[in-house]
């Protein structure tokens, strides 16, 4: 079996994460509803713009990650 892409396994976290948003913001009686409804799709479209990213970029990791050089 192909080993999937990087790029491909966070687009299939994003979905996940998309799909448990509505699952939970369907429920009837679930408090915090709708809040925990904006933080997991939001982590879904984080998921979605690292995953167009690192598709863009030939799965390299390095371009989701800020890092800052030695200010000594």
């Keep these: 079996m192909a080993r999937k892409s990087r ?3 966070i687009l299939d976290k ?3 994460a998309a799909l448990s948003a ?3 913001y369907n429920k ?3 408090l915090y509803r709708e ?3 904006s933080i ?3 982590n879904a479209w ?3 713009l690292k995953a167009k990213l690192i598709s863009q970029n030939k ?3 390095n371009i989701i990650y800020a890092t800052e050089k030695n200010k000594l």
Aim: hydrophobic letters at 50%; aromatic letters at 8%.
């Design 46 to 48: 984080e998921l979605l």
């Design 35 to 37: 809040e925990s409804f």
């Design 59 to 61: 799965n390299n990791l």
């Design 40 to 42: 997991l799709m939001t």
């Design 14 to 16: 994003a979905v996940q």
């Design 22 to 24: 509505i699952e939970l």
């Design 28 to 30: 009837p009686s679930f």
């Design 7 to 9: 790029s491909n396994a």
